[in-house]
T-cell receptor
């Protein structure tokens, strides 16, 4: 059974600081997605990572994928309050049917 | 372009009452469809998924049921709601299985269900 773990689950950081959120998964996959969820809102797709070594950047966020280590990272550079949200990673499998498995989410609070 | 509609946005229901939440997708055919529930401050719990009309797989035993009467319509139902059914319900779609989608799941805006 595929397990997807995120670390940390809760993160409180000051504006201007850097930090990395980690997403580990337990089986082979080369497709991983990052989502953002604002309080009371739905999930919004952030990054699509489709191969080993893939790196995507959007503003102060950068995501990468290492399929050999079964690890994806979401790096935050010079955090601002607007980045406060919950971030989920999800791994896609080649199963027929239930083919997306989500991590538990990382709740990020950026403090002024 | 593809869109997903989910309604209602909020719902307050008494214990023991029935439930029907609807989700429709436009702009694609034969999508995979999913119902998730999210308790306050928690992660996503997959309730049901469907790979085609009339094909429903349940992930968690409960008093909820799902149906897919049309290709792009997914309905979540209950005959008698429990207090524990409160939560944020999200519908999602993805490109059908059996092929590399290379696309994320796409989520509706969600329904916030409160049981009194």
């Amino acid at each position: 059974e595929l397990k997807v773990e995120q670390n940390p689950l809760f993160l409180s950081m000051q504006e201007g600081k850097n930090y990395t959120i980690y997403c580990n998964y337990s089986t082979t996959s080369d497709r991983l997605y990052w989502y953002r969820q604002d309080p009371g809102k739905s999930l919004e797709s952030l990054f699509v990572l489709l191969s080993n070594g893939a790196v995507k950047q959007e503003g102060r966020l950068m995501a990468s994928l290492d399929t050999k280590a079964r690890l994806s990272t979401l790096h935050i550079t010079a955090a601002v309050h607007d980045l406060s949200a919950t971030y989920f990673c999800a791994v896609e499998l080649d199963n027929y049917g239930q083919n997306f498995v989500f991590g538990p989410g990382t709740r990020l609070s950026v403090l002024p | 372009s593809q869109t997903i509609h989910q309604w209602p946005a909020t719902l307050v229901q008494p214990v023991g009452s029935p439930l029907s939440l609807e989700c429709t997708v436009e702009g694609t055919s034969n999508p995979n469809l999913y119902w998730y529930r999210q308790a306050a401050g928690r992660g996503l719990q997959l309730l049901f998924y469907s790979v085609g009309i009339g094909q429903i797989s349940s992930e968690v035993p409960q008093n909820l049921s799902a149906s897919r009467p049309q290709d792009r319509q997914f309905i979540l139902s209950s005959k008698k709601l429990l207090l524990s059914d409160s939560g944020f319900y999200l519908c999602a779609w993805s490109v059908s299985s059996g092929m590399r989608s290379n696309q994320p799941q796409h989520f509706g805006d969600g329904t916030r269900l409160s049981i009194l």
